[in-house]
């Protein structure tokens, strides 16, 4: 049993969720009459004052194309953005700052290292190893990069639990596998997967790990080293920060290798007709005028996460988990879709003969957003046999109050639709 | 078969069904139980060929031309959408090709449900409306072909 939010608040210092809330100007908004109660936040997490501040004083004071100007704005925006490079190191814990590259977000990170390590790493009759519950970013670029490739696009299966089977994981990983890509943790069930395990069982066999963390980067601790990952990929909207921007993480060695992907302005030393020379690490994945606003959003945003600690946030989320697929487990006729022991604060369930979109337009009625679908992940729900589930996932902004309306939504919606 | 009224009458039926509610409950209980009454479609429609895909829910919907009339039937998983849908096919099954093309469905914008008529909603409802359309203009040119030769 993880502490409770009391524990939370007198040991750590942890604020109150009234007082976390109103950083967020957003959930105090009403929907169809109905306060907001926010559970899409797997999906995008809302944004702080301190988030919109920083971007709104960016483009009231600081605007200017970086790295290039010689005049006193873009040396100001330059630095405002290089500081956002350093607060993502220290945020994952990287060894240096070549080893962040800006991307517009988890997908786009994901294509970058499908496109350039393909390019050099991916062999004819080679095999890219993903696993059965992956959001489509992590299998379709893989799709196309196989398929160019000729190489062989294989998946760790899943069971009824939406854990990974890990001994076929262990039967699949042979020499012939130039790549494991795997996400962290699932968007669709919360799965956390044992990652550390499935690097070390890769590394023993000289073959890199790329890690999905679009999910992950919100809800714990992430240190790069101690997991050993080659690559690292995450969204800035996931964590509080605005949509576009994005981070790929990856292993000097391997980026060095890589050949750069897309061609343009700041990834270039040199230009002539003939012949260009590239940047060096980390500017060579990034061309073009980058999205400089965004990269200023995620420095505030991290800056908002580690003043109130990840192991806290970890902590707070988890009880929020607990106490949320407890309440659902007690409504007659709700199934819970992933139920794994070692979960984030992701929930997932149906409801017994109603199909999810209807759940979902009902709870909307109420001002409860929560997602339905397959959530990008159709081969999950090929997989478990049914056409999405209703998915609630949890912020540490979230209260328990909002728990007790989700059930009573539920409710509502059960007896209105049965 | 019955001669049905113009489609432009039975949407202001529907309209005036609907004003009675003055709340969003009563709304959806009503598409609800609509949704459960009518077993709109024969089973034996219910095929991959005339599904239409939404990425949340499906929706089977099937044409045809009896009397120069065009029938529709169509179903769906979801029962908030298959509630819209039978209203739908309210209006526009019983009518000719040329009718159903030229029908300008306000309806559901005046019944305060236009947010499931959105395309991100994508529940298959805008494609059913899209399909229900491209069949009567293929009926249409059916006719025309057959009345030429």
């Known amino acids: 049993m993880s502490a409770n939010i009391h524990e939370l608040i007198v040991l750590n210092n942890f604020p109150t969720v009234e007082e976390i809330r109103k950083d967020f100007p957003i959930l105090s908004t009403k929907v169809h009459g109905n306060p907001l109660i926010y559970l899409d936040n797997a999906a995008t997490s809302q944004k702080p004052l301190q988030v919109i501040e920083a971007i709104d004083h960016y483009y009231k004071y600081e605007n200017a194309n970086i790295h290039r100007g010689v005049h006193y704005l873009s040396a100001t925006a330059t630095e405002a953005y290089e500081a956002c490079r350093v607060k993502v190191r220290d945020f994952i814990n990287a060894r240096s700052l070549s080893e962040v590259i800006f991307t517009s977000g988890t997908t786009d990170s994901i294509n970058l290292v499908a496109s350039s390590f393909s390019r050099k790493f991916l062999k004819k009759g080679g095999k890219i190893l993903i696993s059965a519950l992956e959001h489509h970013s992590n299998i379709v670029p893989w799709q196309l990069a196989c398929e160019q490739y000729e190489a062989e696009l294989v998946v760790i299966p899943m069971n009824h639990t939406g854990e990974l089977v890990i001994e076929e994981f262990y039967k699949l990983l042979d020499e012939s596998v130039c790549l494991v890509a795997i996400s962290h943790i699932s968007n669709s069930l919360g799965t956390i997967n044992p990652v550390k395990e499935m690097i070390d069982a890769a590394h023993a066999l000289n073959i890199p790990v790329l890690l999905d963390g679009a999910q992950s980067i919100a809800h714990q601790t992430i240190d790069v080293q101690a997991l050993d990952c080659d690559f690292f990929t995450f969204s800035a909207h996931k964590i509080l920060g605005p949509t576009g921007f994005g981070v790929l993480y990856g292993k000097e060695k391997l980026l060095e290798a890589m050949p750069p992907w897309k061609g343009g302005g700041e990834m270039i030393k040199t230009v002539s007709f003939t012949k260009t020379t590239y940047n060096e690490l980390p500017f060579k994945f990034e061309a073009g005028t980058p999205h400089i606003a965004g990269g200023i959003g995620l420095s505030a945003a991290i800056t908002y996460l580690m003043n109130l600690g990840m192991d806290n946030i970890e902590k707070a989320e988890q009880v929020l988990l607990e106490k949320s697929t407890y309440a659902l487990s007690q409504i007659e006729g709700v199934e819970l879709i992933g139920t794994s022991a070692n979960k984030a604060s992701i929930v997932s369930f149906n409801v017994k003969g109603v199909h999810p979109y209807d759940v979902g337009v009902i709870l909307d009625q109420l001002g409860i957003a929560v997602r339905t679908g397959h959530h990008c992940t159709q081969p999950i729900m090929d997989f478990l046999g049914i056409p999405g589930t209703v998915r609630a996932s949890f912020c540490f902004y979230n209260s328990e109050e909002e728990i007790y309306r989700l059930d009573k939504g539920i409710r509502k919606a059960i007896t209105m639709l049965s | ?149």
């Open chain 2, 1 to 149: 078969m019955t001669d049905t009224a113009p489609i432009e009458e039975i949407q202001s039926l529907l309209v005036e069904d609907f004003s009675i509610f003055d709340n969003w409950m009563d709304k959806y209980e009503l598409i609800i139980q609509l949704g459960k009454e009518l077993p709109l479609i024969d089973e034996q429609f219910k095929t991959d060929d005339n599904i239409i895909k939404g990425c949340q829910s499906r929706v089977w919907l099937h044409a045809e031309q009896i009397d120069s009339k065009v029938i529709f039937t169509a179903d769906s998983d979801a029962i908030i959408t298959k509630g819209l849908v039978s209203l739908i096919v309210k209006v526009l099954s019983g009518h000719t090709p040329k009718e159903i093309v030229e029908a300008n469905l306000h309806f559901i914008d005046e019944i305060g449900l236009q947010q499931h008529l959105s395309p991100t909603r994508s529940n298959g409802l805008l494609s059913m409306i899209k399909q229900m359309k491209l069949f009567g203009l293929a009926f249409q040119i059916q006719n025309t072909n057959s009345q030429k030769s």
